[in-house]
């Protein structure tokens, strides 16, 4: 106040002529409406300027306190991506020498501050968007705020986006031996510099435009012959249809282009409903109640009656027949039977000679007419229930088997079943129904519950008898009735097409697929022509390079559990040439990669979608379900394709980006 009348008191006013008294009183008023003027804005502009270092103060505080919070998130940032995942409202906090974050606001010092988590959503370009897109797991939005309400109620605040690509590393692919850990179909790796993926070169033939122009083999007798199998070299069938045959003939092929088929030798003896060779062992399922498989040695054979000689058996017990028989190779080795008792049983292969033990069995939902074993499970085809297929679990000796999972297709019978290279998918044939399809692409990642249908294909006529995986994205289906030889293109597995077929005649009673170390591919197939029943038909892609391929990278374990980030290759793409990839990331099983359930996908984190030649950001998913990053093992699978059979796309190396 006493500031206030020094201020007034070196006022100057304006000076009048003295005049008379009513005029003093006129000035007397001027002077009054003057200061009612002038003394009201100093006093306003006095009090601001208080009141505005004291703000100011206030901002100076509040902006200490923000750059606190802000350089406090990047240290928790800093000693883990997981530090802010979750989303929320928190403030820092020192906890010992190391910032943490604690839910909630705070209030200090008269301020309030908050550090706010939420979410990112990017649309299909990558653009973040308000809402309509897909969370980015990799990047989290932190809006910072310090606000206070005196002297005057204000705020400050500011928005940053954190992303996990830090503390990156990497694996990358680009040795011979990288890529030959890995498994194809209808490609190669070469060694040109350091190791390439390529298309497979070699392969005369063409899956989609069979033909029988390969000397066919009339087997011993004229027994019908309804079981085959195969391995480089040698094919053995049985005969189960009637008696005039015999029960096991062996058949050498030689590796001339085009091969030449003699008749090895025969054993007789039984009425054969399936046959299983290794190569140096034929395994046959019989109808005899007293030994239902049969053991025979391929290295034992009379040279003068070219009969094999009979080393070993397994008897089911009871009044049974063999329905199906398999063997696995392993420590021991393993085989597995199912009988007309609708039983899967195990037996001892450890010794193949006398009478050998049974291991295990397992009651199946129905009579198991086919078998595929593969990697600790074994898929097999049921006849006349609902459940077509059922997967049953053994342990690495055999002794426990337990039923983990079945798919329901049609309602029909099956007929036949076979198996992809990783044992992703099931491939199940059916009897014929006039209003449903009868082949079924079962998805067989995981191995529990009813296993979902990819896809499906409508017969057209045939009645399936069975089914095989050929190279080339391929699979054929044979039977009886209309066109008995068909080949079907899976590179859609949603939509199977029909891309070529023969007409046998005589029908077709199973088939066996086999390529051999040159690239040339080859169905045997088994007739009911009594004079050659035995047929060869050449498969392949049709010219010097498969038009497409697929390699799938060995399993990459990591050894933490971490994002993956991106994939990136390098590729070489002659014109009309592609490259696209897929990327898997999964969870350990037991702590090991072996076991773990490798989903594909794309960008989009779907299975239907790929990743350009030059690779990019891989998407994360923390549901719960399916896909799922991050995780501890990585696949990654590449799709090449050609339009020109004389030129072949290259990848030279495959990198995977990853964070802690």
């Given at each position: 106040m006493?500031?206030?009348?020094?201020?007034?008191s070196t006022?100057?006013?304006p000076?009048?002529?003295r005049?008379a008294?009513?005029?003093?009183l006129?000035?007397?008023?001027v002077a009054?409406?003057?200061?009612?003027?002038?003394?009201?804005?100093?006093?306003?502009?006095?009090?601001s300027?208080?009141?505005?270092?004291?703000q100011?103060g206030?901002?100076?505080?509040?902006?200490?306190?923000?750059?606190?919070?802000?350089?406090?998130?990047?240290?928790?940032r800093e000693a883990?991506?997981?530090?802010i995942?979750?989303?929320?409202?928190f403030h820092?906090?020192l906890?010992g020498?190391?910032?943490?974050?604690?839910p909630?606001s705070?209030?200090?010092a008269?301020?309030?501050?908050?550090v706010?988590?939420?979410?990112v959503?990017?649309?299909?370009a990558?653009a973040?968007?308000?809402s309509?897109g897909?969370v980015?797991?990799s990047t989290k939005k932190v809006?910072?705020t310090?606000s206070?309400?005196a002297?005057?109620?204000?705020?400050?605040?500011?928005?940053?986006?954190?992303t996990?690509?830090l503390?990156?590393?990497?694996?990358?692919?680009?040795?011979d031996?990288d890529?030959?850990?890995?498994?194809?179909?209808?490609?190669?790796?070469?060694?040109t510099?350091?190791g390439e993926?390529?298309?497979?070169p070699h392969?005369?033939?063409?899956?989609?435009?069979?033909n029988?122009?390969?000397?066919?083999?009339?087997?011993?007798?004229?027994?019908?012959a309804?079981?085959v199998?195969?391995?480089v070299?040698?094919i053995?069938?049985?005969?189960g249809?009637?008696s005039s045959?015999?029960?096991?003939?062996?058949?050498?092929?030689d590796?001339n282009h085009?091969?030449?088929?003699?008749?090895a030798g025969?054993?007789d003896?039984?009425k054969?409903?399936?046959?299983?060779t290794?190569?140096?062992?034929?395994y046959?399922?019989?109808?005899n109640?007293?030994?239902e498989?049969v053991?025979l040695d391929?290295n034992?054979?009379?040279p003068d009656t070219?009969k094999?000689?009979?080393?070993?058996?397994?008897d089911?017990?009871?009044?049974i027949n063999?329905?199906?028989?398999?063997?696995v190779?392993?420590?021991?080795?393993?085989g597995?039977?199912?009988g007309s008792?609708?039983?899967?049983?195990?037996?001892n292969?450890?010794s193949?000679s006398g009478?050998?033990?049974?291991?295990?069995s397992?009651?199946?939902g129905g009579?198991?007419i086919e078998?595929?074993?593969?990697?600790?499970?074994a898929?097999i085809a049921?006849?006349g229930v609902?459940?077509e297929?059922?997967?049953?679990?053994?342990?690495?000796?055999?002794?426990?088997?337990?039923?983990?999972?079945?798919?329901?297709v049609n309602g029909q019978?099956?007929?036949?079943?076979a198996?992809?290279?990783?044992?992703?998918?099931?491939?199940?044939?059916?009897e014929?129904?006039a209003n449903?399809?009868e082949?079924f692409?079962v998805?067989?990642d995981?191995k529990?519950n009813n296993?979902?249908i990819?896809g499906?294909?409508?017969?057209s006529?045939?009645n399936?008898?069975?089914?095989a995986?050929?190279?080339?994205?391929?699979l054929v289906?044979?039977g009886?009735?209309?066109?008995?030889?068909?080949v079907i293109n899976?590179v859609?597995?949603?939509?199977?097409?029909?891309c070529?077929?023969?007409?046998?005649?005589?029908?077709v009673n199973?088939?066996a697929?086999?390529?051999?170390?040159?690239?040339?591919?080859?169905?045997y197939?088994i007739?009911?022509?009594?004079?050659?029943?035995?047929?060869?038909?050449?498969?392949?892609p049709g010219g010097?390079?498969a038009?497409?391929?697929?390699?799938?990278?060995?399993i990459?374990d990591l050894?933490?559990?971490?994002s993956?980030?991106?994939?990136h290759?390098t590729?070489?793409?002659?014109s009309?040439?592609?490259v696209?990839?897929q990327v898997a990331?999964a969870?350990?099983?037991s702590?090991?990669?072996?076991?773990a359930?490798?989903?594909?996908?794309?960008p989009?984190?779907?299975?239907?979608?790929?990743?350009p030649?030059?690779g990019?950001?891989?998407?994360?998913?923390?549901?719960?379900t399916?896909y799922?990053?991050?995780?501890?093992?990585?696949r990654?699978?590449?799709?090449l394709?050609s339009?020109?059979?004389?030129?072949?796309?290259v990848?030279?190396?495959?990198g995977?980006?990853?964070?802690?």
């Amino acid at each position: 106040m006493e500031s206030l009348r020094q201020l007034i008191s070196t006022m100057s006013f304006p000076k009048f002529p003295r005049l008379a008294s009513g005029q003093s009183l006129i000035e007397l008023l001027v002077a009054i409406a003057f200061a009612g003027i002038v003394l009201p804005a100093l006093l306003t502009a006095f009090i601001s300027s208080r009141e505005g270092k004291s703000q100011q103060g206030k901002r100076v505080d509040a902006t200490m306190l923000f750059t606190q919070a802000v350089e406090a998130v990047r240290s928790v940032r800093e000693a883990g991506w997981t530090n802010i995942t979750v989303n929320g409202a928190f403030h820092p906090a020192l906890s010992g020498s190391a910032w943490q974050l604690v839910p909630g606001s705070e209030a200090v010092a008269g301020f309030t501050r908050s550090v706010v988590i939420d979410d990112v959503l990017r649309n299909s370009a990558g653009a973040i968007v308000s809402s309509g897109g897909m969370v980015d797991y990799s990047t989290k939005k932190v809006t910072i705020t310090v606000s206070w309400t005196a002297p005057y109620t204000s705020s400050m605040a500011t928005t940053s986006y954190f992303t996990r690509y830090l503390g990156n590393a990497g694996i990358l692919q680009t040795t011979d031996t990288d890529f030959n850990a890995g498994s194809g179909d209808g490609t190669s790796v070469t060694k040109t510099q350091d190791g390439e993926v390529v298309l497979a070169p070699h392969g005369k033939g063409d899956w989609c435009d069979p033909n029988l122009s390969i000397s066919s083999l009339d087997l011993p007798k004229s027994g019908v012959a309804n079981a085959v199998s195969a391995v480089v070299g040698n094919i053995v069938a049985g005969t189960g249809e009637n008696s005039s045959g015999v029960s096991f003939a062996s058949v050498d092929i030689d590796n001339n282009h085009p091969p030449n088929a003699t008749s090895a030798g025969t054993f007789d003896g039984y009425k054969t409903n399936d046959v299983f060779t290794d190569g140096n062992y034929a395994y046959i399922a019989t109808d005899n109640n007293a030994k239902e498989v049969v053991i025979l040695d391929l290295n034992q054979l009379d040279p003068d009656t070219k009969k094999y000689a009979e080393v070993g058996y397994f008897d089911i017990s009871g009044n049974i027949n063999a329905e199906s028989v398999f063997v696995v190779s392993g420590s021991p080795d393993i085989g597995f039977v199912t009988g007309s008792d609708n039983t899967l049983r195990t037996f001892n292969l450890q010794s193949k000679s006398g009478s050998r033990e049974q291991l295990a069995s397992k009651l199946l939902g129905g009579k198991g007419i086919e078998m595929v074993v593969f990697d600790g499970y074994a898929y097999i085809a049921i006849a006349g229930v609902t459940q077509e297929m059922q997967i049953v679990n053994y342990n690495s000796l055999g002794t426990v088997l337990t039923i983990t999972g079945y798919a329901d297709v049609n309602g029909q019978a099956a007929t036949g079943i076979a198996i992809n290279t990783d044992g992703s998918r099931v491939y199940l044939s059916t009897e014929a129904d006039a209003n449903k399809k009868e082949l079924f692409i079962v998805n067989t990642d995981a191995k529990t519950n009813n296993r979902p249908i990819v896809g499906s294909f409508e017969a057209s006529g045939m009645n399936p008898t069975g089914i095989a995986v050929a190279t080339y994205q391929k699979l054929v289906l044979v039977g009886h009735n209309g066109e008995e030889y068909k080949v079907i293109n899976i590179v859609d597995e949603a939509n199977p097409q029909y891309c070529g077929g023969y007409e046998i005649n005589s029908g077709v009673n199973g088939i066996a697929t086999l390529t051999e170390p040159d690239s040339d591919s080859y169905s045997y197939i088994i007739t009911g022509d009594a004079t050659s029943e035995l047929k060869i038909i050449e498969g392949g892609p049709g010219g010097i390079y498969a038009t497409q391929g697929i390699f799938t990278s060995s399993i990459i374990d990591l050894g933490i559990d971490a994002s993956v980030n991106a994939i990136h290759a390098t590729v070489t793409k002659p014109s009309g040439t592609d490259v696209q990839f897929q990327v898997a990331v999964a969870k350990p099983v037991s702590g090991s990669c072996a076991g773990a359930t490798f989903l594909f996908v794309g960008p989009d984190g779907q299975g239907s979608s790929y990743f350009p030649s030059s690779g990019g950001a891989i998407p994360l998913d923390q549901d719960g379900t399916g896909y799922e990053n991050p995780g501890q093992c990585v696949r990654y699978r590449a799709v090449l394709t050609s339009s020109d059979r004389n030129v072949t796309p290259v990848i030279s190396d495959v990198g995977i980006n990853y964070s802690p």
